[in-house]
């Protein structure tokens, strides 16, 4: 279940030990972190699981209630979550950008491989119009988001290799380094999808429990 707003909730519909998380926050931040926990919690009431307070670990990840997974994001003008029961989903990971390019060189060779650059050098050449730097940057920001939940490790920008495919709206991602496992499955890359929509990029990351 997903839910998405283009606007900041008013008020303050925060739980007491969310609001001490944000208590020394600016008002932006305040605003964002407020509006993707309302997003949350729309999407939690979707799937029958009563609102409870979503609080960040150590790493800033939200710690979901129990038997849920689920990945929040925003950006200018955008919140969004999405969450599904544990039994049918063991990780989700979503994200959204603006659509415009990343700024500068330095900051695209940051964040992608000699592969990645190579590949989005022909899109490029195929869909002038798409920032398809800046949607693999999102791809790669939904992967670590399912990622995370499943190893409680980071994963670096140069561990895993997105191929996007421009007409049907899909990507996948390659890890480069030793996947989690899930049961008796080993991951070795995951599947998403991609939507350009209202000046946004949209990325989203299933991976499907042992049982599905």
Not at 76 to 82: E, I, L, N, Q
Not at 134 to 141: P, Y
Request: overall charge positive.
């Amino acid at each position: 279940m997903s839910a998405e707003k283009f606007e900041d909730v008013a008020g303050d519909p925060l739980f007491p030990s969310e609001r001490r998380v944000i208590a020394t926050a600016g008002i932006a931040r305040r605003r964002e972190f407020t509006t993707v926990r309302s997003c949350a919690r729309t999407a939690l009431a979707r799937l029958g699981v009563p609102a409870a307070p979503i609080l960040p670990d150590a790493e800033g990840a939200p710690r979901w209630p129990a038997g849920v997974v689920g990945s929040m994001t925003h950006c200018a003008g955008y919140r969004a979550a999405t969450v599904a029961l544990a039994c049918d989903v063991a990780a989700v990971g979503i994200d959204a950008e603006p659509d415009a390019p990343i700024p500068t060189s330095g900051a695209r060779a940051l964040v992608t491989v000699d592969e990645e650059r190579a590949h989005l050098a022909e899109l490029g050449g195929r869909r002038p119009d798409v920032s398809w730097d800046r949607l693999l940057f999102s791809a790669k920001e939904s992967v670590y988001k399912a990622w995370y939940p499943l190893t409680g490790r980071g994963l670096e920008f140069d561990q895993v290799l997105i191929t996007v495919s421009p007409g049907d709206g899909t990507f996948s991602a390659r890890l480069l380094i030793p996947g989690p496992r899930i049961g008796a499955r080993r991951i070795r890359g995951f599947a998403g999808r991609w939507r350009r929509s209202q000046g946004l990029l949209l990325t989203a990351v299933t991976v499907n429990s042992e049982r599905t």
